[in-house]
C-alpha cells in the first residue's frame, strides 16, 4: 500500500469473453491506522436470508462471468461491494467522498468503508427473499469476522488461477480510451479499425500486476479459515462452461425453495 505500500487504488477485473468494461475495486487495508476490528455487520441475522454464496478469486479470474451464470441459474442477488462504492464516488456522496480520498493516496479502500455499504444492501428486502450471491466479500479477514453471527455464508467459491496465467491475461489486457471497452491481445482482439488507439493501463504493467496479486493472496489466505468446511474450489483456468458446471454440481446438492422463500432461479 503507499500509505500502504499499494500501488492502485481501482483494479480491472475483466473477462476477456466480454467486451464491457468491468472494474474492481480492491477493498480491505491491512494498515493499523485504517483498522476497525470490531467492526460487525449488525442489520439482520442469519435466519433472514435464504441463501448467500460467496465469490473470492484473484482480479482477472473469471469471477465477473462466473458470478453473471449464478446469478441468473439461481436467482440470487448480485452484490458487488466495489461496484457500490464506485456508485458512490461516481454520485459524489458523502461516502463517495471517503473513498476518493483514499484513492487519490494509492491506498485500498479500508473493511470499516466496505462493510459500511454491505450493511446497507444486505438489509434490502430482495435479499432476505432471494438470497445473495457475494461478487469479492468477504475479502479479508477483517470483512469474515464481521460477518460472523450475522450472516452465515452458504458456499464461498474460490476461483482458482496461477499467478503466471493471470500476468499474462492481464499484460495483453487492453482499453478503448474512447468508448472504455476492454480488449485481449489474444483473448478478445479489438477490431482492427480501432486497433492503433487502444492502450494499456498504467497498472495493467507487469509491476503493479504482480503487486496486486501478491496483495489479494495475503488478504485470501486470512479470510479463509473462516470458511473451511464450506469452500468450494474451482479451477479459473478452465473453460467459463466448465467452472460453471463444477459449481454446479455443487450447489445443486442445496436446497434452495421453502414456503416462505420460493426458487426465483431458473
Same mark, same amino acid.
Given at each position: ?8 487504488i481501482?483494479?480491472v477485473d475483466?473477462?476477456?469473453?466480454d467486451?464491457?468494461r468491468?472494474?474492481e475495486v480492491d477493498?480491505g487495508?491491512?494498515c493499523l ?6 467492526s460487525?455487520l449488525?442489520m439482520?441475522?442469519v435466519?433472514?436470508?435464504?441463501r448467500v454464496?460467496a465469490v473470492?478469486?484473484p ?7 462466473l458470478c453473471?451464470?449464478i446469478k ?12 457500490i462504492l %464506485? ?5 459524489k456522496?458523502?461516502l463517495g467522498q471517503?473513498?476518493?480520498s483514499y484513492?487519490? *493516496?494509492?491506498c485500498?479502500v479500508?473493511?470499516?468503508?466496505v462493510?459500511q455499504v454491505?450493511?446497507?444492501r444486505?438489509? *434490502?428486502?430482495d435479499? %432476505?427473499?432471494?438470497g445473495c450471491?457475494?461478487?469479492? @466479500?468477504?475479502?479479508?479477514?477483517? *470483512?469474515?469476522?464481521a460477518?460472523?453471527g450475522?450472516i452465515?455464508v452458504?458456499?464461498?467459491?474460490l476461483?482458482?488461477?496461477p ?5 499474462a491475461r492481464?499484460?495483453g489486457?487492453r482499453?478503448d480510451p474512447?468508448?472504455g %471497452?476492454?480488449?485481449?491481445?489474444k483473448f478478445?482482439p479489438?477490431?482492427?479499425d480501432?486497433?492503433? %488507439?487502444v492502450v ?6 507487469e509491476e503493479?500486476v ?6 489479494h493472496r495475503?488478504?485470501v489466505?486470512g479470510?479463509?479459515?473462516h @470458511? ?8 479459473g483456468?478452465?473453460?467459463?462452461e466448465q467452472?460453471?458446471e463444477?459449481v454446479? *454440481?455443487?450447489?445443486?446438492?442445496m ?5 416462505d422463500?420460493?426458487? @426465483?432461479?431458473?
Open positions: 500500500h503507499s500509505c500502504c505500500s499499494s500501488p492502485d481501482i483494479g475483466a473477462e476477456f469473453e467486451t464491457a468491468v472494474e477493498m487495508c491491512g491506522k485504517h483498522s476497525h476490528s470490531n460487525q449488525n439482520i441475522e435466519d433472514q436470508i435464504s454464496i473470492a478469486g482480479p482477472a479470474a473469471g469471477k465477473g462471468t453473471e451464470a441468473k441459474r439461481y436467482g440470487l442477488v448480485h452484490i458487488s461491494p466495489g461496484a %464506485r456508485d458512490h464516488v461516481e454520485k456522496t458523502a471517503q473513498v476518493q484513492i487519490s *493516496q494509492g485500498l479500508p473493511s470499516h468503508l462493510i454491505m450493511e446497507e444486505l438489509s *434490502q428486502p435479499v %432476505r427473499v432471494r450471491l457475494l461478487d469479492n @466479500f468477504p475479502l479479508t479477514a477483517e *470483512q469474515a469476522q460477518m460472523a450475522h452465515r452458504d458456499r464461498l467459491i476461483v482458482d488461477v499467478n503466471d496465467v493471470l500476468i492481464a499484460l489486457r482499453i474512447v468508448t %471497452r476492454i480488449y485481449h491481445t478478445n479489438p477490431p482492427v480501432i486497433e492503433a %488507439r494499456q493501463r498504467d497498472d495493467d504493467k503493479y504482480v503487486a496486486r496479486l501478491e496483495t495475503e488478504h489466505a479470510m479463509l479459515p @470458511f473451511t468446511d464450506r469452500t468450494l474450489k474451482v479451477d483456468t478452465e473453460d467459463p467452472v460453471l463444477s454446479c *454440481q455443487q450447489l445443486d446438492q436446497e434452495w425453495s421453502t414456503p422463500s420460493p426458487y @426465483f432461479g431458473s
